[in-house]
């Protein structure tokens, strides 16, 4: 049974930083290509970085600087070290994985930017 488990949310004032964790387990971690997603209320699912199994990485302009997505395989785990966040960064952050068409979502973990 795969699952996808996130942690690490909460909330967190403007200028601040959090850490998102996502663990991985029922996979061969290795061979899949990471991504973190998110959702606000109200809008679209969409990208906010991805890490393929070599360690190429990809980020949305919009968290370009802030964002930095990492890997470890040895511990099925990905990560989203966030700084600099803002309250348009407010939404539900989920971890996908994806290997040629396998692909699995985790149930994510809410992120609320405010003062």
């Known amino acids: 049974q795969v699952q996808l488990v ?3 949310g909460g909330l967190v ?3 601040g930083s959090l850490r998102l964790s996502c663990a991985a387990s ?3 971690f290795a061979r899949y290509a990471m991504g ?3 959702q606000a209320p109200g809008k679209q699912r969409e990208l906010v970085a991805t890490i393929t199994t070599g360690g190429v990485t990809k980020y949305a302009d919009s968290v370009k600087g802030r ?3 990492s890997r470890d395989n040895a511990k099925n ?3 989203l ?5 803002k309250p348009e960064d407010t939404a539900v952050y989920l971890c ?3 290997n040629r068409g396998l692909n699995y979502w985790g149930k994510g973990t809410l992120v609320t930017v405010s003062s």
């Open 6 to 8: 996130e942690s690490g």
């Open 77 to 79: 785990t990905v990560y």
């Open 26 to 28: 029922g996979i061969i």
């Open 81 to 85: 070290q966030m700084n600099s966040l």
């Open 36 to 38: 973190w997603y998110r």
């Open 67 to 69: 964002f930095t997505i």
């Open 13 to 15: 004032q403007p200028g």
């Open 96 to 98: 996908n994985a994806d």
